[in-house]
Each structure stands twice: as structure tokens, then as C-alpha cells.
């Protein structure tokens, strides 16, 4: 059985903050035996941290969150990102073409690009920690149990402490990319983890800002 994170952003992300070593080492600290770096519509970070894990305890599994034209798609084991703004299932068939596994992150959280209810898909997030009441992870798990879709949880982490915070208990032999692809698949998962604590929240809020800002600031005119 392995602790997985796969849902969560470094640097290379516009409104996170975090460097590979400093999630690698907070994933060591917290228990976690595999991760996914799934940065925004890039994966240059996500590949540099399948190697860099090899001087860690952990296995990274690259990965990449996409924008479709409706919302996030999660792309893993794929070594390049698909292409943005395409319908969510064009999304999820390229995610297919390009050898990974495709998982509908927060579907039921508009606010935060959720596209709703997918059943070819294969994964539903049911338990992501940034949450307000709970109330739409709780629909993602009705809809994916009502469907035998294959569940995870992720803790869609933009600052290092919140890395862990969510996770996939995963019945794998071995903590190899390929094994923990087909164990989702085959709905070998249980998830855990708990709310996103306020203070972490606000932090990536004010990091995510300051990026923003910083970027309006620096654009050439």
C-alpha cells in the first residue's frame, strides 16, 4: 500500500510557490511514497522532479494540470503537456494518446475551474483539501461511486506545507509509475488526508498575488 499525493504545484506555477527540493523534502517529512508535480499547463518542473526523487524517498510520476475550454483536466505519466483550450474530452483522448491516465480534478468546484460531472474519465478527485464545506467533494464521491469510476484525493497544494494534506492510499507492489497508474485504473484506492488549514490558504492567496502583480508589473508594453 502507498501514500500518494498526485495533485500539486511548485514554482513553476503562476499563483504557487515552492521549490522541487523543498516538496520533495516536505514529502519525506509527511509519510508520502509518491507524488505528482502538476503545475499549470507546463511540465518541464514535473519532469526535473522525476529525477531529482531519485535522491529522495519518494516517487515522482510526471504530470500536468490542464486547461481545457471548461475547466482542469489532470494529465499523469505523460512527458509532455497537452495542448490548452481544447474541448474536455479532445483533453482527455490526447492525455490517452500521449500513454497517461486522465482524472477530473474538483469537478463539482466552479470556482476553482471544476468541470463537472465526466464519467469517461479515469479518475475522479472526490477529496481535494481546499475546501470551504465540503459539499463538493462530497458530490464527486456520489458521482464517481454511482458510476464505479476510479477515486482519488489530492491536496492541490500551491505552498510546500500543504503538500500531503490530501492523498491516495494506493494498492500497488511497487511504487513505479506504471503499477500506480493501473492500480487507480483498476480501482485498487482509498483517500485520506483533512481540510487545508485557513493559514495556508491565505498564504498562497498572498503568494499567488504577489506573482500576479509582479508579472502585470514586469510585462513589456
Known amino acids: 500500500m502507498l501514500k500518494a499525493d498526485l495533485h500539486l504545484h511548485s514554482e513553476a506555477s503562476y499563483d504557487a510557490e515552492g521549490s522541487l527540493d523543498e516538496i520533495l523534502a516536505r514529502a519525506d517529512e509527511v ?17 526535473k522532479a522525476v529525477e531529482l526523487a531519485e535522491g529522495y524517498d519518494v516517487t515522482a510520476i510526471p504530470g500536468v494540470e490542464v486547461s481545457t475550454s471548461k475547466g482542469h483536466v489532470l494529465a499523469w505519466n505523460v512527458e509532455e503537456a497537452p495542448e490548452m483550450n481544447r474541448s474536455v474530452e479532445d ?3 490526447e492525455i490517452r494518446a500521449l500513454g497517461g491516465v486522465a482524472c477530473i480534478p ?35 464521491r456520489r458521482f464517481a461511486r454511482r458510476r464505479d469510476l476510479p477515486v482519488v484525493a489530492g491536496s492541490d497544494a500551491h505552498i510546500v506545507d500543504m503538500v500531503g494534506q490530501a492523498y ?7 511504487a ?35 506573482r500576479k502583480l509582479k508579472a502585470f508589473l514586469t510585462k513589456p508594453l
Open 176 to 210: 513505479t509509475a506504471d503499477e500506480v497508474m493501473e492500480a487507480i485504473k483498476a480501482c485498487r484506492t482509498e483517500v485520506g488526508g483533512r481540510r487545508t488549514p485557513w493559514r495556508y490558504s491565505l498564504r498562497q492567496f498572498a503568494a499567488g498575488g504577489g
Open 31 to 47: 509519510g508520502l511514497e509518491v507524488l505528482a508535480v502538476t503545475d499549470h499547463d507546463q511540465i518541464e518542473n514535473s519532469l
Open 168 to 174: 491516495t492510499i494506493v494498492d500497488a507492489d511497487e
Open 91 to 93: 483533453t482527455i483522448e
Open 106 to 140: 474538483h469537478p463539482f468546484q466552479r470556482l476553482r475551474h471544476g468541470v463537472g460531472g465526466v464519467e469517461n474519465c479515469d479518475a475522479v478527485e472526490i477529496y481535494n483539501s481546499r475546501l470551504l464545506t465540503g459539499l463538493s467533494n462530497r458530490k464527486a
